[in-house]
C-alpha cells in the first residue's frame, strides 16, 4: 500500500504559543507521528520556533510566498528566507480573498521552483462554476501555468473543490476520482514519464478522520491538504490514526 501524505494546513489559526503548545504535543506522541509522511505549515512567523521545537523527522513548509527572492517588498516573504521542504500555491483563499490571478501565481510557482523547496499547486473551481458545468475548463485554465519541463523537479498538484473547503460537504469518491483522472490526463499531455514519477495529486476539501478512511480508496491520491482539522491536536491525532503503514 502506497505511503499517504498529509499536509497540515494550519493558516492563521495558531499563534507563536500555540503552535509550540502542538509541537510539543506531537513530541510527547512521537511513535504515533513518527515514520509518518506528514508535511506542517504553521504561519510565517511560527515557523523557526516549529523547527527548533520539533524532535521528529516530520517535514516543514510555507504557506505561501512571495514572486520576489528579495529587495524592497516590505510585510512579504520570500522562498529563500527559510529552510523548508515545501510551498504552497494558488490557495483559492489567496485566489479569492486576494484576487491573485494566474500570472501571479506562475509567478509565485517559478520562485518555488527556482528554489529548494517543492512546490503544492492548489486547484478548484467554485460552486458557480461547477454549477455552470464549467469545471474542467477552470481547472484547464488554472494547468495552464506549468512549466514545460519540470527538470526532475517534484511537483504536487492538490485538487481542492472551493465549495468543500471548510463546508464540511465533501464530494463523492466517483466526483473526485473523475477530477483527479481529468487532471492527470492533463499531465500527461505536458510530460514524460519520468516527470509524472516526480508529480503526486492531493485532495482537499473538509478532510477529517471521519471521512479519511474512505477517500484514501480513491486510487489516484497520494495525500491530502488539511486545513482547519489539522490546527487542532485532538483532531490532528485522529487523522493520523488512520493512516496504516
Not at 481542492?160 to 473526485?176: H, R
Not at 516526480?198 to 497520494?222: M, Q, R, W
Not at 488539511?226 to 493512516?243: H, M, P
Request: proline share 2%; with cysteine; glycine share 6%.
Amino acid at each position: 500500500m502506497k505511503k499517504i501524505t498529509i499536509a497540515a494546513n494550519w493558516k492563521m489559526y495558531l499563534d507563536e504559543v500555540s503552535s509550540i503548545d502542538f509541537i510539543e504535543k506531537l513530541n510527547a506522541e512521537k511513535e504515533l507521528f513518527s515514520n509518518k509522511d506528514i508535511i506542517i505549515f504553521p504561519s510565517h512567523t511560527c515557523i523557526r520556533s516549529v523547527k527548533d521545537r520539533l524532535n521528529i523527522d516530520l517535514k516543514i513548509g510555507m504557506q505561501d510566498c512571495d514572486i520576489h527572492n528579495k529587495g524592497a517588498y516590505t510585510g512579504s516573504t520570500s522562498i529563500s528566507s527559510i529552510d523548508i521542504h515545501s510551498c504552497i500555491v494558488g490557495h483559492s483563499e489567496r485566489r479569492v480573498i486576494y484576487k491573485e490571478n494566474n500570472e501571479i501565481i506562475a509567478e509565485k510557482l517559478g520562485a518555488v521552483l527556482s528554489s529548494k523547496a517543492n512546490p503544492i499547486l492548489c486547484i478548484g473551481e467554485t460552486l458557480e462554476e461547477k454549477n455552470d458545468n464549467i469545471t474542467e475548463s477552470i481547472i484547464e485554465s488554472q494547468l495552464s501555468i506549468l512549466p514545460k519541463d519540470l527538470n526532475d523537479r517534484n511537483l504536487t498538484i492538490a485538487y481542492e473543490p472551493v465549495w468543500a473547503i471548510g463546508s464540511g460537504d465533501v464530494p463523492s469518491n466517483e466526483y473526485i476520482h473523475q477530477m483527479l483522472s481529468y487532471v492527470k490526463n492533463r499531465l500527461k499531455s505536458l510530460y514524460s514519464d519520468t516527470d509524472l514519477d516526480n508529480i503526486k495529486l492531493f485532495y482537499g476539501g473538509s478532510v477529517d478522520a471521519n471521512n479519511l478512511n474512505d477517500l484514501i480508496g480513491i486510487e489516484l491520491i497520494d495525500g491530502f491538504l488539511i486545513g482547519s482539522a489539522s490546527a487542532n491536536f485532538e483532531k490532528f491525532k485522529d487523522i493520523v490514526k488512520q493512516l496504516k503503514l
